[in-house]
């Protein structure tokens, strides 16, 4: 089952849910019970295979537009 995160309407408390695809309708606010709940477009991280033969990672959607080299020292990213 995918993880997904959600944001409550209601509430605002954002949370993340093992749920699968048929039962998206069904999640509910664990702070409120609410259930207008959306889902919320997820971050991941993924690496590129270098000239070199390793691997480094990508920019990620942090914001950090100093990423795309893969070592940023003003994020932490290295």
């Known amino acids: 089952m995918p993880l997904y995160e959600f944001r409550c309407r ?8 093992l749920v ?3 039962s998206l309708d069904s999640v ?3 702070a409120c019970q609410g259930n ?11 690496r590129v295979k270098s000239d070199s033969g390793g691997y480094r ?5 942090s914001g950090c537009s100093s990423c ?11």
């Open 10 to 17: 209601t509430c605002q408390h954002q949370f993340e849910e």
């Open 20 to 22: 699968s695809m048929s």
């Open 28 to 30: 509910r606010c664990p």
């Open 36 to 46: 207008d709940v959306g889902k919320l477009m997820s971050s991941f991280s993924s």
């Open 57 to 61: 990672p990508t920019a990620s959607s």
């Open 68 to 78: 795309a080299s893969g070592n940023c020292s003003s994020c932490g990213h290295h």
